[in-house]
């Protein structure tokens, strides 16, 4: 089993996370795992923060001479900013006259309100920090290793962004297999040059105006195996795995599979695969083949193999210049949210945010179809199992 | 904890269900079970199935004298057809020649291939069975059961349908304490009469041509506390779980809460739903409100007391008269998907079916953040915590 | 994951259980569930219920021609007394006048003092229908489909009785291979015929004084290969997960693997299980060794290759015919305990439950190692690993 | 729910745990913390390690002006002789020629022989720097945490060694309120002054031999309310997980609770525990009490309010300076096993790690069964169901 946790303040010390299930003998070092937060961090739109930050992940236990041991992996991102915020986070209990006034107008679209009536808040820092999207540097993290592992058996998983405060981006004639390469370019992570500098003009409109967008991504994962998931308890079905994981990622609102939403509106007759076994021009065999991948890589809450393909949709940043009406929960008056340098548009990097949490999830029903305790051990499990596919898919 | 587990074939004796983690002292009787039960049969467009069965439910355990004993639960829906399936479905090995032929065509949009090649299965029949949507009625057994604890809170879980097949119902003007009575006189679960009518008739014209439709609805959940869900890790996030829930029905290709996926194309500005305090023209007193619901019930992976708005997409039926292409699994040869006596539309029931996973999660985070072992326990802990909630909210 | 829930109430229509995670293919009938049932009825020194019930295991769900699909297995072992409990546990509410007396006197060292406390029960017979050792007939039922689980890859459990009443047995001399068939031959599950012969003395002593026995038994898994379980985290560990599942066994108050409370008592150098590579006469080739067994087939919380050797102590019957002393609840006043038709001793059974217990968590921990959806692809990953170890472990 | 993982090796550069549950507002600071990991490194007869660590936390998360905010404790407890092991146990690949030298002979009753074949490593300090019981210091951290959570309801969580090497104490008639105070001042936490003089001979002469020696020790958990834990599946038994929680900690070989064992060897009258309601002489007004506490404060899988007793037998450190045979796994030579400054006897140590499981699982019963998201939340809904305890059992 993947398993993981996850800990740490926006503005503490550091954020943490232990993840245990990774198989022994897999070559992992600090330098992936940078690499992902790095990505997370870019994006056309960001706020100042992100220049402050440039997270990197210290490797505190579970890896030796570049090698995971199967024992616990503790990944650390420090926070840089921390020596501005030992007395407004002190761990230990400050002096008198020491504490920083509570804050208690709850914004919008946050968990201010939420989280102070849960845990019995009175300053609604206590739950801020913890609720903050900053977070998700740990699940990139995590979603970091993730992808190491499934690299080992040819699974990648990319992403796009595909629309942007209403601007759409038409990339149905994309390669999926080039999606994720164009997108990697583009500092909105899009895949198409035209929507490309009507996004970021739709940004600066935004942010001349103090508003905030939001926006639809897509990932899609290739290389995986048919047999992933299962239909033979609700909980153990890859779409429903995936939906949560993307729809736990901080202003996610939707999350489609393949047609997605779009199924509604097309009869039957267009929206199912149809099952092929032919030969092209220039193949060497006939082979199975599907007409279509309008299911988006899952049939029965299995992966059928095809390319992977789920999108996600982001609402808006939360936290607006233009400032939105609130309460002040001690006075019960009337007064605007409180508005602070923040990013205009994240949804680039909620789309690196999105690629880690179907990796993660990829990762764990990995773990599960092919068992293991060893990398060497799992990948044979592996090749054994795509050598029977391979035989009931062959040309008879 | 509130946990299940289902079982049964399509053509098996009986489904089964068995949950753990309901508090002693709740009154549950078969009766709104058996009414959940039939409202997951209705539904203009239904093929012959629907009728046939009839489904009730046997409760074999946790229940004595009308009330749960917090003992497991077990609920038996037993298949009124099992007579007809007996050789075909026998658990006992058959003798020579019994065997009825193998199934090897896979349907496009179902489990056939993906089962088959997970499981090892020659004959997709041992795949279709369970695959099978007739499991739902089992997880709608289970949801009346969650209902039956949530109604002790005040809490109320509806559905309507807002699209079939293209044809879009606008529910924005009915007031959400209406919508699902509405929709429950409707053979759609349509609100609007004018909508339903132009529903009828699409069906009508799908079925004429052999094809399906599928659709959108949405699920409203009434009365929830603030504060179930949490964002202090990814998986405990209340949006995340439902997204789950609905995603793993079958069919299901797309969840979003609230505003979904419209947040992508419109500013934060427009998005986030202002907090007020003040008083109405008739009111006594001076209240928090918020300006807009959209989040849907949801901030910061936490219920926030407004009603929850979900929303999820099915496909059209996988089973066509109108045979979609396929590949015998043996032979290799292309053949036409086998067709059967299927649903033109199962979107109505689907709605039923995600009130029912809606409810579960709802009933899972309400034992979470209550405790307690009988109902009585249960509800004096709720009501010391909206005591608290409501001295926070009230005027100073 | 081979996961399960259990249902039922003692004197109910029928106890349920639902398996989550057998691989397909794997051949199982009624008939080795049927087996085990008996054997868990048999015994030396039962009251006259085990001659009412002779239990039987339907199977609902998840077989196919005798080969597991994949899906889960519904197991149903009815209650053949149930025609005369239809009114004192009726599911429905009772009408006036036809509800039986309360029971109000808790037994010592049941379930009903603590039972009716934590879940409000003002009728006590709410908290013993559950808590019942009858539930057990379930644990040995999903323990029969473990140990078919098991047999597939030549792990076999087997179990003897080592104290009755303070009784001993000495078991050292006799081969652990042989162990189980010998108990399987005395009516008290006993491997050596002098203290069978004591054992059976004391049973029929303690029944005249009206009186009851514990005693310990020894479960022994013979087969195993070297890697179940793990260190990495606390609740990973396979004695860990050992001592729980037979702990949770009703009447079950001490656990111990291999030396177990024994290495208080003796030096290390004593203790631990010297590793040799050696040859024997008649041998054909050098091979690793171990010079003892005092770890009882686990080392790290991971099993090493040796047989597992588990004990477990139960208390006597806690159901005496010599009342104890209790306490009217509702009255206060000083009251026996009710005395009731029981057992004098069920150690013999409890072993044959024990035995359920280990397989059941070895079933599972072989699930997670070696993955895999059907038992071909299970078996396929397990030859791998196999042939692995043995070059590992094979002469230079 | 109170979950958590823990990380890192022996040797590595810091141990580190995240906790996930406690309740915002419970007062933590890193001081009662650091009390317990100093507890851990006491005891006569231990090596030279204890000096060197000197273990403290160092909270990273989850509290903020010695307040807990709800959201999860990340506890880091650095290894200060990490300076040396920088090499050795680097997290980068070497240099060619940099690594040390591979371990190949495998300690007997440890867990390098299972590790290596299992995990697939050739060195097996890539196992025993995970299997170390060096962990322990992180469970003992965690328990810290559960102890204060516990405290906060009055439940306190001792330990007192009752065996050491054979020497056994008798502690029977020292008052189960006293015996953590006077065993707390012991070298051995050894309640009995002529005992432990016994034991410390036992150890010295243990260590002169190049020996080491195990024991028994006993947990016992005051102030416990009745309820926690439960019958209605196998794995929500407050017994089991207990049994769990303790044969999971490194060398525990047995477990037992109340009477153990020793209910094999006594009949049932003189086992179960009467219950009474008198009034003794000076005592205000009648009331409930039991005439024994045989099963040590469980009955049914449920605290029964009587002081939780357990206890747990240690196996001899298996690092002996008298060297045990073993065999290179490389070369398959027979070799002694390596010899290494180790404990020459840790039970003492190993009861205050006995304390922190048993805190764990009591906090993680005490979360579940009274729920809330702050303390004050917890406490109300504690305090509620107390009242109602107190009432059916007060005099009518």
């Given at each position: 089993m993947f398993r993981f946790l996850t800990a740490g303040e926006s503005h503490g010390p550091a954020l943490t996370a232990v993840i245990e299930g990774v198989p022994a003998g897999l070559t992992i070092t600090a330098e992936p795992i940078n690499v992902q937060l790095k990505r997370r961090q870019g994006g056309y739109g960001r706020g100042a923060r992100q220049k402050i930050e440039s997270d990197t992940a210290e490797i505190l236990s579970g890896i030796r001479f570049g090698q995971a041991m199967g024992s616990p992996i503790t990944l650390v991102v420090r926070n840089r900013d921390w020596a501005n915020w030992t007395v407004k986070m002190s761990v230990e209990p400050l002096g008198e006259g020491e504490a920083p006034p509570e804050i208690t107008v709850p914004r919008p679209g946050h968990a201010d309100f939420t989280g102070m009536m849960k845990f019995g808040h009175d300053d609604l820092r206590n739950t801020l920090e913890r609720s903050s999207a900053r977070n998700t540097a740990t699940l990139v993290a995590v979603g970091a290793v993730a992808r190491i592992l499934l690299a080992e058996f040819g699974i990648s998983v990319v992403s796009h962004v595909v629309n942007i405060g209403g601007v759409k981006?038409?990339?149905?004639?994309?390669?999926l297999r080039q999606v994720g390469a164009l997108a990697e370019d583009s500092p909105v992570r899009v895949a198409d040059k035209d929507a490309e500098a009507a996004i970021i003009a739709a940004i600066d409109a935004a942010k001349y105006r103090g508003d905030t967008l939001g926006g639809t991504f897509e990932v899609v994962a290739l290389g995986l195996p048919v047999g992933l998931g299962s239909y033979t308890q609700w909980d153990t079905r890859i779409d429903g795995k995936l939906a949560q994981a993307l729809m736990s990622i901080q202003a996610i609102k939707g999350v489609e599979v393949g047609i997605g939403f779009g199924a509604a509106d097309v009869p039957g007759s267009q929206v199912h695969d149809a099952f092929y076994y032919d030969q092209a021009e220039g193949e060497e065999a006939a082979h199975f083949r599907r007409g279509s991948n309008n299911a988006g890589g899952t049939e029965g809450g299995i992966s059928n193999g095809e390319p992977l393909v789920i999108r996600a949709a982001m609402k808006p940043i939360a936290t607006l210049m233009k400032q939105l009406p609130s309460v002040n929960l001690q006075t019960k008056e009337g007064v605007p949210a409180f508005a602070e340098r923040s990013d205009v548009c994240a949804v680039p990097a909620a789309a690196v945010v999105g690629e880690a949490m179907v990796a993660i999830v990829l990762a764990d029903l990995m773990r599960e179809k092919?068992?293991?305790?060893?990398i060497q051990e799992m990948r044979a499990n592996y090749d054994s199992y795509q050598a029977t596919i391979a035989v009931r898919t062959a040309q008879k």
């Open positions: 981006v038409n990339a149905d004639n994309i390669d092919f068992g293991g305790d060893s």
